[in-house]
């Protein structure tokens, strides 16, 4: 499946598979989302903003996810932790900005 990701420097075009966390994909492709808690939900650094067409298609965010992401710097209504999105099928062509 194909993501896009906007960063500073431009848009990134990357590969995921189905059952993949939408920071592994990220990290593979060499784009700056630390994870510091590996996916623990402990720190909020993998933080993005996920296109506002695109939020829709994803699962909603956990109670405690909305609660980290509360504490994330410049965070919006459609930000998420790219740890607690699992890619599938129905998400090609995600397009996602890195905080």
Known sequence: MKLRFIDKDGVVE???????RLLDAAQA???P???????????ATCHVIV??????RLSP???DEEDLLDLAYA???????????????ALDGLTVRIA
């Open 51 to 56: 296109d506002p067409a695109d939020f829709p």
């Open 61 to 63: 965010a956990s109670g």
């Open 29 to 31: 492709a060499g784009l």
């Open 14 to 20: 990357a590969d995921g598979r189905p059952g993949d």
């Open 33 to 43: 989302l630390e994870g510091t808690c590996d996916g623990d939900m402990a720190c």
């Open 75 to 89: 965070a919006t209504r459609t930000s998420r932790l790219a740890c607690q999105i699992i890619l599938a099928d």
